[in-house]
């Protein structure tokens, strides 16, 4: 049997451009870096830094779902998959706060550090 070949030039196009306009907010908010996002602190880092973190995740997920077919997966394989993942990088995530909080203090009385 021959199957019907559908295109997928309007999906891999919507996909460009959701993942667009988040890297575009993401550049927005790395040029302007708005001080109540940067200078204050929550869970170990700035709501910026978060904010990015969020984001990437979003990205990953969207690009991991879309170009790896997940949605077409049964449901065991899309959870292992995806949330193998995540949690992955929400560890390397915590050992690069943990790690980067000990080198500031280590090395701020050595470093002069800019905001």
């Known amino acids: 049997m021959a199957h019907a070949h ?3 030039t309007k ?3 919507m996909v460009f451009g959701i993942l667009s306009v ?8 790395g040029i302007i870096k708005p001080a109540s996002l940067h200078l204050t602190h929550f ?10 973190i ?6 990953a997920y969207g690009i991991t779902w879309v170009f790896m077919h997940m949605e077409g ?3 065991g394989l ?6 193998t993942a995540v949690f992955l990088i929400c560890y390397l995530v ?22």
């Open 6 to 8: 559908e295109s997928n």
């Open 11 to 13: 999906r891999i196009w």
């Open 22 to 29: 988040i890297t575009i907010v993401e550049v927005i908010f």
């Open 43 to 52: 869970l170990g880092t700035s709501p910026l830094n978060w904010l990015f």
């Open 54 to 59: 969020i984001l990437t995740l979003v990205k």
């Open 73 to 75: 997966e049964k449901k």
């Open 78 to 83: 899309r959870r292992a998959v995806v949330w």
């Open 94 to 115: 915590t050992l690069l706060l943990i790690e980067g909080g000990h080198i500031f203090d280590v090395l701020s009385p050595l470093t002069k550090w800019d905001y």
